[in-house]
């Protein structure tokens, strides 16, 4: 179960972190859309992860690995935006969040069915 400050710590990290990635240009990639769905911080504050939803991408993977190169300026920048907030930035990981690919899975096999349905019950 999360604490108080590690809620408030996790969200002060996606605040700034989308700042810093637009500034960047980071948030669109190959023509991808990356937005920051969810970050989970561990109880000591010392490690964050990123959980990135990646829009009309081919290859996510190679989006990761974008983000993954640039790491220690994305870090020092968020470093310069929480200075104020924050003791230590925390080391941050980049996960792929495939929450948006389950949704469109569902719905898709939700068409399926409703689509298989009228047909059965005409036969």
Do not use: C, W
């Amino acid at each position: 179960m999360e604490s108080i400050r590690q809620k408030k710590v996790a969200e002060l990290i996606k605040e700034n972190l989308s700042d810093v990635l637009q500034k960047m240009g980071l948030y669109t990639i190959e023509g991808a859309l990356v937005t920051i769905t969810q970050v989970n911080v561990t109880p000591d504050l010392l490690e964050a992860k990123i959980f990135l939803s990646i829009f009309n991408a081919k290859d996510k993977d190679q989006i990761l690995d974008h983000y993954d190169k640039h790491y220690k300026e994305i870090r020092k920048h968020l470093g310069h935006k929480m200075a104020k907030q924050v003791r230590r930035i925390p080391e941050l990981f980049f996960e792929l969040d495939d929450t948006l690919d389950e949704v469109f899975k569902l719905e898709a096999l939700f068409k399926k069915i409703n689509n298989d349905t009228p047909d059965q019950a005409n036969s």
